[in-house]
């Protein structure tokens, strides 16, 4: 079965809402949708973060020609031709040949698409095969963890609507919910970490993200700030320019355990994010960068260390993975349609969530459907 064609389409739904964490404003939700079609007319889908978006389908207009005539089950070898990319010789021909694609300043975006098309080629596999992928890949869960992120700073609102928030997803039977800190001052983050500690009550989960805002004192000083209120994981607190050695050092001072993992383009920023960074639940996203394939190297690396994967964004694919790794923790999820509009309207089909928990079903590949009315509704390209 050969790549015959690989197309994007992207779209951006503004949020009507102010939403900020730490480092940036979320005002919108775009998602990147890629299609892989093949010669013998099954057509794999994969999703994407909707970041770079004119950048990212830029990459996949280059790799469309790239790839065409590859086999479509040939997940490895694809990702390799795509990945080698990033490292060849300019004594070679073919970067002459494809400027734009071999241009090291679309590194980033090669790679999301990269992502994106290798999501597309698992879904290929599932309905080739005729089997959902968290059988193909030897799982037998078809229910997992799932942990719903809010808490955000509201800009007009105050700071602590966000009890009465974290309260209704608990009654809604989730049992971890996940808020923002490092947006303000620490007295201030402690008060709410204590209005929606107390709201939620002693028994749920209750993880910070604090979206890369400390230096390694601030970080120290909010997280001994914040213990007192049973902290599940303590995420990404250090900033973006010393996010693994000081995170190592961080991990040394609290008996909070750290995630991380998100922002990274690949399993070796993830391998030293285990090994120096002291990083017990790993987020690697593969709707962010370098798709399945990554994420499963990621996730065997962790398995090693004894950390456990808890994915990020996206839960109607990467639930497939989480839930098949036996060190795949739970995933993230966003009920409120305030935040993401899209988990209602951009599927016609996907994994439902239920008591707390993402539920698979046993449709071939992923197991979601796009709707393309959405698609037209929001469509940015
Ligand atoms: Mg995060």
Request: proline share 3%; net charge negative.
């Amino acid at each position: 079965m050969k790549i015959t064609r690989i197309k994007a389409h992207a779209l951006v739904v503004p949020l009507g809402a102010d939403y900020w964490v730490a480092n940036e404003m979320i005002n919108q939700c775009g998602q990147i949708i890629i299609e892989v079609e093949t010669d013998e007319g099954v057509v794999g889908i994969g999703t994407l973060h909707g970041r770079f978006i004119p950048q990212v389908l830029e990459m996949v207009r280059e790799l469309d020609g790239f790839l065409q005539g590859m086999d479509a089950m040939a997940h490895e070898a694809v990702w390799q031709k795509v990945f080698d990319i990033t490292t060849t010789s300019p004594g070679n021909a073919a970067p002459h040949n494809r400027p734009r694609l071999f241009a090291s300043a679309n590194r980033q975006a090669l790679l999301i698409a990269l992502g994106g098309i290798d999501v597309a080629l698992w879904d290929i596999k599932g309905k080739a095969t005729n089997m959902p992928v968290w059988r193909l890949l030897g799982g037998t869960r078809k229910e997992i963890h799932a942990y719903v992120t809010g808490g955000y700073y509201w800009l007009g609102h105050d700071h602590f609507y966000i009890a009465e928030e974290m309260a209704s997803y608990i009654a809604q039977g989730f049992t971890g919910v996940k808020m923002k800190v490092g947006g303000v001052d620490l007295a201030t983050d402690v008060a709410r970490v204590k209005a929606v500690r107390e709201a939620i009550g002693p028994n749920s989960q209750l993880m910070v993200d604090a979206n890369c805002a400390y230096d390694w004192n601030g970080a120290v000083a909010a997280i001994r700030a914040f213990e007192p209120y049973d902290i599940f994981w303590f995420e990404e607190p250090m900033h973006w320019y010393d996010s693994v050695r000081s995170l190592g050092k961080l991990a040394q001072c609290t008996h909070v355990a750290l995630a991380s993992g998100e922002s990274e383009m690949h399993a070796w920023a993830c391998r030293d994010l285990i090994d120096l960074g002291g990083v017990r639940y790993m987020e690697f996203d593969a709707s962010r960068s370098g798709g399945v394939t990554e994420w499963l190297r990621v996730a065997a690396y962790a398995k090693l260390k004894g950390v456990q994967m808890a994915t990020h964004h996206d839960a109607h694919f990467q639930g497939h993975l989480a839930a098949a790794a036996s060190n795949g923790y739970c995933v993230e999820v966003f009920p409120n349609p305030k935040r993401d509009p899209l988990w209602d309207t951009l599927f016609t089909h996907r994994a439902q969530l239920k008591n707390g928990k993402l539920v698979l079903g046993d449709e071939p590949g992923f197991g979601f459907g796009i709707d393309w009315k959405t698609v037209e509704k929001y469509r940015v390209g």
